[in-house]
């Protein structure tokens, strides 16, 4: 039986990827941060099967020891401060966590692999946040980096300390440039959750309004369960390398919010719809669409579930949510 080792378990794609390969055969293995970790009840109940260590990517020591405890064949780095705006005002910590965790990681698995680093087979959880100002559309590998956000400019370090790792030891690490997914599982802090939460809200009668920042910003919106499988893929194959993941159709956030409310057949979206310079950023990124013919290619993947599927499955998991008091 394949073992691995997910840091992020308790995040929306954590959760995803442990399911799909415990589905897949694998022991299953996540680290956990935090003396009392709220969410850890939820993996436990979720996915019994999973075996959790404690360890935090800023404690190297912590990964060391994680990774003596389960001698996984396959690490999935997933782990990070993942909420963009929040990287502003956290940028040190953002920094340690996205950007210097990863060395960490990597450091660690490169240790605990020994004299053949390549046993141990490495994903990084890189971003289309990386792209930034856009200097090529649609962006993919080769398209010039030029992050916008402190996060951004974490995740362009652990991507090519990721690569440098590859380069300098053999180690077969991989890193997904993943384009924004979503699920019902998505933190709430995020647009498109935010948004489908209201609008079950307001449909249900139980809210007026939800206020939003920028509307015009667009993203290439795909969903977390199809996205967790590109992971994986790349840890299947001979030689290690780097694949944007992405649908290929980009959206505004103000078409989200649209196709949310239409879903839920109320007419004149704008009437439930707020603007509040709090959700403005100091530097924007103003469109992200991804050329995944790489990851088509060479993995075999492609997405499954397109958007107006995306809008309607977390629309309809929050009503039912919300109808049964969860
Ligand atoms: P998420 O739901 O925010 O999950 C982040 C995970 O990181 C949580 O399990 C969190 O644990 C963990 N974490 C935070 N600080 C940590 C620390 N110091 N040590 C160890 N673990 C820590 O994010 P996601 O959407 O699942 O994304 C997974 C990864 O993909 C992230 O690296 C994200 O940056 C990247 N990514 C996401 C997308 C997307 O659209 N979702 C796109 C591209 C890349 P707690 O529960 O304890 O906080
Ligand atoms: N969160 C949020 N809240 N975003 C808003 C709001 C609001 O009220 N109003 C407008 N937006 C806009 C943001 O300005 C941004 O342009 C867009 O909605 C998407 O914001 P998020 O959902 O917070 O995601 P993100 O694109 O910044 O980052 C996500 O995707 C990255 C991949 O491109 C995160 O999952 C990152 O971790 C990930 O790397």
Known sequence: MPRALITGITGQDGLYLAEFLLGQGYDVHGL?????NPKRDLVEELLPEVTLHNGDLT?????????RECDPAEVYNLGAVSFVAYSWENAALTTDVTGKGVLNMLEAVRLHAGDDPSSVRFYQASSSEMFGKVQEVPQR??????PRSPYGVAKVFGHYMTINYRESYGMHASSGILFNHESPRRGQEFVTRKISQAVARIH???Q????LGNLDAERDWGFAGDYVEAMWLMLQQDVADDYVVATGETHSVREFVQAAFAHVGI???ERHVR??????????VDQLVGDASKAHRQLGWKPKVGFAELVAMMVDTDIDAFRTGW
């Open 59 to 67: 404690d190297m020591s912590s990964l060391i020891r994680a990774l």
């Open 204 to 206: 249900l009668g139980l």
């Open 32 to 36: 956990l941060r935090g003396q009392n």
């Open 208 to 211: 007026d309004h939800v206020t």
């Open 275 to 284: 603007y509040d310079e709090r959700f403005m950023r100091p530097a924007e």
């Open 141 to 146: 590998e080769t398209t010039l980096l030029w």
């Open 267 to 269: 007419d004149g979206w």
